[in-house]
Antibody, heavy 123, light 112 residues
Framework: QLVESGGGLVQPGGSLRLSCVAS????????MSWVRQAPGKGLEWVSV?????????????EYTDSVKGRFTLSRDNSKNTLYLQMNSLRVEDTAIYYC?????????????WGQGTLVTVSS | DIVMTQSPDSLAVSLGERATINCKSS????????????IAWYQQKPGQPPKLLIY???IRESGVPDRFSGSGSGTDFTLTISSLQTEDVAIYSC????????FGQGTRLEIK
């Protein structure tokens, strides 16, 4: 199970930190992603953090181009929690943000998904 | 990035009838190394997160009813619901994981 929190209303240029607590599996041993869905739009992959057991790139992070340099994905192994630090937020970042897992690596299909947390960027 | 295009955007089917949703990728997602198509399908009901239905283009996720099936290869894929049930009303999306993950725009399925 995945439970997200931290969403809310923020002005353009502001910051938010999203959290995703996992139960039933260990975040650090999995490839964890954030996927977002703008209102009435399709799904968009945002970011991934590699499993700590990846031989070549443990903990490596990747981002979609539109958030590079603004978003940072990290995890706290002691809390089994994933974080997405979002800075310099733009109106176009408005979306429901889902935490999810790639069961066998990256890139991968995604399962399970959290319920999502809504981020609204507006003045 | 690989662009995924679904058709139709919306679909209305009678209960018990077959529903077919198409997905086309802008380049092949068939791997020559393992002969697998890197396609997944999701179901998303209102106010809920996506739910994985199918991966490797045709493998049903555990617990998914067998009325759901996936087919296709290369750039053209299909999700078929053999006999539409009330609980199947949802938006269905395809996803490729051959490279940086990308999703189709979604197909809204309704009861006629």
């Amino acid at each position: 199970q995945l439970v997200e929190s931290g969403g809310g209303l923020v002005q353009p240029g502001g910051s938010l930190r999203l959290s995703c607590v996992a139960s039933g599996f260990t975040v650090s041993n999995n490839y964890m992603s954030w996927v977002r869905q703008a209102p009435g739009k399709g799904l968009e992959w945002v970011s991934v953090i590699y499993s700590g057991t990846n031989r070549e790139y443990p903990g490596h992070t990747e981002y979609t181009d539109s958030v590079k340099g603004r978003f940072t994905l990290s995890r706290d192994n002691s809390k089994n929690t994933l974080y997405l630090q979002m800075n310099s937020l733009r109106v176009e970042d408005t979306a429901i943000y889902y935490c999810t897992r790639g069961p066998t690596g990256y890139p991968n299909w995604f399962a399970p998904w959290g319920q999502g947390t809504l981020v609204t960027v507006s003045s | 990035d690989i662009v995924m295009t679904q058709s139709p955007d919306s679909l209305a089917v009678s209960l018990g009838e077959r529903a077919t949703i198409n997905c086309k990728s802008s380049q092949s997602v068939l791997s020559s190394s393992n002969n697998k198509n890197y396609i997944a399908w999701y179901q998303q009901k209102p106010g809920q997160p996506p739910k994985l239905l199918i991966y490797w283009a045709s493998i049903r996720e555990s617990g998914v009813p067998d009325r759901f099936s996936g087919s296709g290869s290369g750039t053209d894929f299909t999700l078929t619901i053999s006999s539409l049930q009330t609980e199947d009303v949802a938006i269905y999306s395809c996803q490729q994981y051959y490279s940086v993950p990308t999703f189709g725009q979604g197909t809204r399925l309704e009861i006629k």
